[in-house]
């Protein structure tokens, strides 16, 4: 993971000052490079200070930049960046579908600019036009006040200075065939050990994210296999919610656990701040970003620099009890479509903020390629099981004899929730709120197209407005619930 910026603008000037806006993406060390029509440059984490072919190289007129990181097999590729230049020599504008991994990259070869970003959208790229010269930034604070229109590339396209933004199509790979639940459920842990111990392959990974329900608790699970004992972090606001959970998983799996509770007033005091890093107001991904947020900067005192995570389970396997409202095949069809299509400007986004704010790499087992492309095959009713609808059944039944029953069968429950941070987020914005700017007619009238939910949404706005003042950074902001678009 890294901060990366660039412009087809002859000056180090300016992307040392975008780079300098994103510097808590990698704050160890900078890089810019110069070619003939382009300026591309990235900051580096810690742990890419003995790892740099991973993030950049120059060769010859070429030189590439790469947020995230590229799998060869079943290991981290020690040479990322690299790849990524050779694949756009070897196979042209289908390069990108030979690439395995989450990243967003810029290419400089010769006379075009190439930008990059996985199907997912597991890191960020923003880029936009000034006097007719191209910008780009991880992100898009980066940008204030250098383009006034601001675009967010896409996953699964590249955009190009000489052909525009294209999509490209994902490298085929076949899926392992099942025919019962059991069968499902026995190949989605392999693919996920897999997944987990190849994301710690490189050593660098030194801890997991542990809240005690099911996704962190499996990730964790499965990592303390090949680091034990591992380091676990949990935070909340009191002593109920997630940390009995995560404590309880915590001593099942031998690992180095770390636990802190936080306030009122720090949460009052970083909700501006986690706003900013997060560059979006919408209700529900401001409370994972507090959340996230909190956490990140308790796994930095603890001297964390890379963690595992569960991002991603409840995109693919239904952990989002909305979807139980589907009344139909096809729209839970569609709904997961929406989950995912969107999952890179609501969920990833705020984990990729939050993390990145403290300059810690966070790596997310369940987005790997092999482990998508499988979910997606699993049959709708058996993630949302039987008459009781029971939320990511599949993945139940796959850590039913490895997990404390109380973890495999605990209720799903946003982050923020389980923490206690929403609660505590919602009392400070109705404080914050008068009784006036709660009126219905006041969202309005507002010029912006945007429904609010909440007055606490609005407070997150008028935040989220002192910071990013032009009009086409709002427009980048998604709701996160794809009933409540």
């Not at 597991?122 to 006034?148: D, Q, R, T």
């Not at 994902?170 to 026995?186: G, I, L, R, Y």
């Not at 007033?265 to 701040?273: A, D, G, M, R, T």
């Not at 984990?351 to 709708?380: K, M, W």
Request: proline share 4%.
């Amino acid at each position: 993971m890294a901060g990366i910026a660039g412009t087809t603008a002859k000056d180090k000037k300016i992307v040392n000052k975008i780079l300098n806006r994103i510097q808590h993406r990698g704050p160890k060390s900078t890089w810019v490079e110069e070619g003939e029509k382009a300026t591309i440059g990235c900051c580096l984490l810690a742990s890419e200070e003995t790892a740099k072919a991973r993030v950049f190289t120059k060769k010859g007129n070429g030189i590439s930049v790469l947020d995230g990181h590229l799998f060869d097999e079943d290991n981290l590729h020690p040479e990322a960046a690299s790849l990524i230049l050779e694949n756009y020599r070897k196979f042209g504008e289908k390069f990108a579908s030979y690439l395995d991994g989450d990243f967003a990259f810029a290419i400089y070869n010769r006379n075009d600019l190439i930008l990059g970003r996985d199907h997912i959208g597991s890191h960020p790229l923003y880029y936009g036009f000034n006097n007719n010269e191209l910008y780009f930034s991880s992100e898009a604070k980066g940008l204030v006040g250098i383009v006034k229109e601001i675009q967010e590339l896409e996953p699964g396209h590249i955009f190009s200075l000489k052909d525009g933004v294209l999509p490209y199509s994902t490298f085929f790979e076949s899926v392992p065939s099942f025919k019962t639940p059991q069968d499902a459920a026995k190949i989605l842990k392999e693919l996920l050990e897999k997944a987990v111990k190849r994301n710690m392959s490189d050593g660098f990974v030194d801890g997991a994210l542990l809240s005690g329900g099911l996704d962190s608790s499996i990730i964790a699970y499965t990592a303390s296999k090949y680091q034990n004992p591992i380091q676990t972090l949990t935070i909340g606001v009191s002593q109920n919610g997630d940390l009995p959970r995560a404590t309880e998983m915590a001593e099942f799996i031998g690992s180095s656990h770390y636990w802190r509770i936080f306030d009122k007033q720090k949460i009052e005091n970083i909700l501006p701040i986690a706003i900013y890093h997060l560059e979006s107001f919408e209700e529900s991904c401001v409370h994972g970003a507090v959340a996230h947020y909190l956490t990140a900067e308790f796994a930095r005192e603890k001297g964390a620099n890379c963690l595992l995570c569960g991002e991603g389970a409840d995109e693919l396997l239904g952990g989002y009890h909305e979807l139980k409202q589907a009344e139909s095949n096809q729209e839970m069809d569609n709904f997961f479509d929406d989950l995912m299509s969107n999952a890179y400007s609501t969920g990833l986004q705020r984990l990729d903020r939050s993390f990145s704010a403290h300059g810690i790499e966070y790596r997310t087992p369940f987005l790997d390629r092999r482990v998508v492309n499988f979910c997606n095959q699993i049959p709708n009713e058996w993630k949302i099981y039987g008459p009781e609808k029971i939320e990511k059944w599949i993945l139940r039944k796959a850590y039913e004899n490895d997990l404390p029953s109380n973890i495999v069968n605990r209720r799903k429950e946003p982050f923020a929730n389980g923490s206690g941070v929403s609660d505590i987020i919602k009392d400070i914005s109705q404080q914050k709120v008068s009784e006036f700017e709660r009126r219905p007619r006041t969202f309005q009238n507002l010029d912006i197209e945007w429904e609010f939910k909440s007055s606490a949404e609005f407070y997150y706005y008028r935040l989220f407005k002192e910071f990013f003042p032009d009009k086409s950074y709002e427009r980048l902001v998604t709701r996160l619930n794809p009933l409540l678009r």
